[in-house]
T-cell receptor, first 114, second 115 residues
Framework: DVKVTQSSRYLVKRTGEKVFLECVQD?????MFWYRQDPGLGLRLIYF???????EKGDIPEGYSVSREKKERFSLILESASTNQTSMYLC?????????????FGSGTRLTVV | AQKITQTQPGMFVQEKEAVTLDCTYD???????LFWYKQPSSGEMIFLIY??????QNATEGRYSLNFQKARKSANLVISASQLGDSAMYFC????????????FGGGTRLMVKP
């Protein structure tokens, strides 16, 4: 089974702190994604990466950056956390091929910024 | 740009009955894929069913079927014989084959199954 592991299930950080959310997948997937989930808004794409050191902005990249130095790891960085970044963050990975071949999601990190 | 609309924020269904969760989408692309995911209270996203835009038959997976009406741009999920374990959030999502491999999600529907 493909596994996508997010380093923390729950995080509490202070306003202004630099926050790192880590995601690791073990199936050699080319694509990796960071989503943010908020009630009533579904999942919104923050950033995605289709290869090492490659990144593309999603729908809501403001206030976030990402790093992909190795194929299996995709990090989401909040340079200066703010209370409006309190949310559930989901990482996903997938093969580059089309079709039903899956997107596999991590269990999520619930981040609270106080 | 792609957009997914789920108009039912919450729904109740009696155990053992069938339920339909609505999903409409907006895209100008001809080639795309539609997905449904289930998210229980534990938080993980569970893939349920997939429909390709060129698939002629509606997709089915066990108790799940997808009522795909291309001209109406709708992709409703039908769950037959509801079970208590079906209580969860359900998300419709679309991948446009012309826009990379990213998924665009709807706002979700919370399904509650009554015993």
């Amino acid at each position: 089974d493909v596994k996508v592991t997010q380093s923390s299930r729950y995080l509490v950080k202070r306003t202004g702190e630099k926050v790192f959310l880590e995601c690791v997948q073990d199936m050699d997937h080319e694509n990796m994604f960071w989503y943010r989930q908020d009630p009533g808004l579904g999942l919104r794409l923050i950033y995605f990466s289709y290869d090492v050191k490659m990144k593309e902005k999603g729908d809501i990249p403001e206030g976030y950056s990402v790093s992909r130095e190795k194929k299996e790891r995709f990090s989401l960085i909040l340079e200066s956390a703010s209370t409006n970044q309190t949310s559930m963050y989901l990482c996903a990975s997938s093969y580059k091929t089309r079709g039903v071949d899956g997107y596999t999601f991590g269990s999520g990190t619930r981040l609270t910024v106080v | 740009a792609q957009k997914i609309t789920q108009t039912q924020p919450g729904m109740f269904v009696q155990e053992k009955e069938a339920v339909t969760l609505d999903c409409t989408y907006d895209t100008s692309d001809q080639s795309y894929g539609l997905f449904w995911y289930k998210q229980p209270s534990s938080g993980e996203m569970i893939f349920l069913i997939y429909q390709g835009s060129y698939d002629e038959q509606n997709a089915t997976e066990g108790r799940y079927s997808l009522n795909f009406q291309k001209a109406r741009k709708s992709a409703n999920l039908v769950i037959s014989a509801s079970q208590l374990g079906d209580s969860a959030m359900y998300f419709c999502a679309m991948r446009s084959n012309n826009a990379g491999n990213m998924l665009t999600f709807g706002g979700g529907t919370r399904l509650m199954v009554k015993p």
